[in-house]
């Protein structure tokens, strides 16, 4: 398999909070595709983190293009100049006032949406969390806490309570199956 030729880009759209590029590829087989395009985002960080008694720590937010509520697992993105370590640290102790003395520990790193999306985002594992400041929130956020009880949360997928499956499944088997391991 081949890597498709980009002939030609440019930028739809710049913005703080992305870029939209249009695209004129073409592909190995000769065909051109002259409008592909590929939304540009910053690298994230998010998390799994766990107190001491096995609460898995969620927050819970509105957001605007699902239109809804949802329950998450802390993310967001790095900062200039910050280490994922860094910027994942720093997003939880802004988002919950939550920290840990234990080091996180990468579960894992992926391609967000690689068909339309050019950004990855990095998975980690922080243990024997613990509240240790107020939130310090950006003037935009509204975020809620919750304590969840981390063997009890496979039990909110399955019943389709959390909606927002695509990162905080994946990031919550990691960590579960990270566990079990170790």
């Known amino acids: 398999m081949e890597q498709w030729k980009m002939l030609k880009s440019e930028y739809v759209h710049k913005s703080p909070y992305g870029n939209i590029r249009k695209d004129t590829c073409e592909l190995p087989n000769g065909i051109v595709i002259d409008d ?4 540009e985002y910053s690298d994230w960080v998010n ?3 766990l107190t001491k008694e096995k609460q ?3 927050v819970e937010q509105y957001r605007h293009a699902g239109n809804d509520i949802y329950l998450e697992i802390p993310a967001g993105k790095k900062e200039k100049n910050e280490t994922d370590e860094e910027g ?3 997003e939880i102790r802004e988002e919950t006032g939550f920290v840990s ?8 790193e992926f391609m967000i949406n690689p068909a339309t999306q050019n950004n990855k985002i990095k998975t980690y594992l922080i243990v024997d969390a613990f509240k240790q400041y107020e939130q310090d929130l950006d003037e935009t956020e509204e975020i809620n806490i919750r304590l969840i009880d981390f063997e009890l949360f496979s039990s909110l997928l399955k019943r389709n309570e959390i909606k927002t499956q695509l990162f905080t499944a994946s990031a919550y088997y990691m960590a579960r199956n990270f566990l079990i391991e170790n």
Request: charged residues 15%; glycine residues 4%.
């Open 47 to 49: 998390a799994i983190v």
């Open 88 to 90: 994942i640290i720093r």
């Open 56 to 58: 898995m720590l969620l």
């Open 36 to 39: 592909y395009y590929v939304n």
């Open 101 to 108: 003395y234990k080091k996180p520990i990468l579960l894992g």
